[in-house]
């Protein structure tokens, strides 16, 4: 089985935290920016669905774009669209899709995203357009993301997995290859992998200061500048910011790709920030199970005592519980992040800012934390009256000059 075969087999906790925003942010895309649209014409594109379940039962991405697409089905006009080059994943995908996505319009597509991409584009001419490129490694070249976000008409999001393993791996590869002149055939072709990914060679300049195959952390750092700096090319190119969230398998682990939402609206960003925060939830529980399962298949084979049988409180995660003990932290981070930002702007919206107001929180905290923080504020007496409901984010933010 290879690695990218094993991937189906069943879901892990870095995975969960990409399903956690399927699960809730295409359905806020539809309802807010499917709503000056005629028609209220939604298209979900999933341009790497995959074989739309994983054999452990859990649900791909496929299947977490349909349920979004039933739950506004009621107010929006929602089609979706699945392109899968692997003849076998796409076989598997259409049955699945044939059993379970019976309320939703819907196509699928076999083939090279890029080259059904045309296609793709003109079936959702007139609507608000939500693309989830999930790829491994790099598949997906530069101008494929170019195109999306440059078509004419109505709003258009992308959701990006940017792979920070298979950068970091590519990179650091090409690096150690890089003192002879002429490139082997196979490191030219992870040269040109990455340079078709990343839109030319200046990557490689990311790559200088990594000493060896074994020295991952300075590898994974570069790659995730590279993503940083990607995101401000493509914003240079596109004017689409991003909000963008490393994701690892567990608190203690390196990122392995980087989540990044391409949105031309605020309120894209505000949004995709909440729902950070509550696919955050989802990514704690995983890891935490993930951990009780290893250990006890540990334990099964070995017939040995292991971690938790000496720490039998560690594997119950409760969420309600962990919230409570970790919202009066959020909350405090995000009133000293607004307080940076009254000191660097003075006043201020927070759906200019999102990151910032965030900052460590990002993927923790969500949007009642942040009103939280700045009611607090407020109370203190530091800045204005707040925006009430749906103005928090909106309504600037004003300090308070002292009298
Ligand atoms: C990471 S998997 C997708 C997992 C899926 N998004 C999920 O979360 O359930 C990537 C998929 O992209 C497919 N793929 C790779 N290159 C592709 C391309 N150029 N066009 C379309 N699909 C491609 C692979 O066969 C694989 O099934």
């Known amino acids: 089985m290879t690695a990218n075969e094993d991937f189906f087999r069943e879901k892990r906790a870095a995975a969960v935290f990409k399903h956690g925003i ?14 000056r649209v005629q028609g209220r014409r939604v298209v979900f594109v999933d341009g790497y669905a995959g074989r739309g379940r994983y054999d452990d039962g ?74 989830f490129l999930d790829p491994f490694g790099t598949a ?8 999306i976000l440059e078509r004419d008409g109505p709003p258009t999001e992308v959701l990006l997995h940017f792979s920070v393993s298979a950068v970091a791996r590519l990179g650091s590869a090409v690096k150690q290859t890089h003192t002879r002149e002429i490139l082997a055939p196979e490191d030219q072709k ?17 790559f200088t200061q990594v000493a060896g195959d074994d020295d991952l952390g300075t590898a994974t750092s570069a790659a995730l500048d590279v993503c940083d700096r990607y995101r401000e090319i493509i914003k240079g190119e596109t004017a689409y910011d991003s909000v963008s969230m490393p994701v690892r398998p567990h608190p203690d682990n390196q990122p392995r790709y980087v989540l990044v939402l391409f949105t031309g609206h605020v309120e894209g960003k505000w949004h995709f920030a909440d729902t950070l925060g509550k696919a955050g939830m989802d990514w704690h529980e995983a890891w935490r199970n993930d951990l009780v399962a290893r250990d006890r298949r540990k334990r099964e084979s070995s017939g040995q005592a292991t971690l938790f049988d000496m720490h039998t409180d560690l594997p119950i995660f409760d969420r309600e519980k962990y919230r409570k003990t970790e919202e009066p932290k959020w909350i405090a981070a ?18 200019d800012h999102v990151a910032e107001v965030y900052g460590q929180t990002l993927g923790s905290a969500w949007i009642p934390h942040v009103r939280r923080a700045a009611q607090s504020l407020h109370e203190r007496g530091i800045i204005g009256a707040i925006g009430k409901d749906k103005r928090l984010h909106l309504d600037p933010i004003v300090p308070v000059r002292p009298s």
């Open 22 to 35: 399927l699960k809730r942010y295409p359905a806020i895309f539809a309802s807010k920016a499917g709503f």
């Open 58 to 131: 859990s649900p791909g991405s496929p299947l977490l774009l349909v349920q979004a697409a039933e739950f506004v089905t009621n107010f929006r006009n929602v089609a979706g669209i699945f392109v899968e080059k692997n003849p076998q994943h796409y076989t598997r995908l259409v049955r699945v899709l044939a059993e379970e996505a019976d309320g939703l319009r819907y196509e699928t597509m076999q083939g090279d995203l890029g080259e059904r991409l045309p296609e793709v584009l003109s079936r959702a001419q007139d609507a608000a357009l939500f693309v």
């Open 140 to 147: 997906l070249a530069h101008q494929e993301l170019i195109t």
């Open 190 to 206: 992870k040269v040109d992998r990455l340079n078709r990914f990343l839109g030319g060679d200046w990557w490689q300049a990311y």
């Open 334 to 351: 995000v009133e000293e992040n607004i307080i940076q930002l009254l000191a660097t702007y003075g006043t201020f919206r927070l759906a």
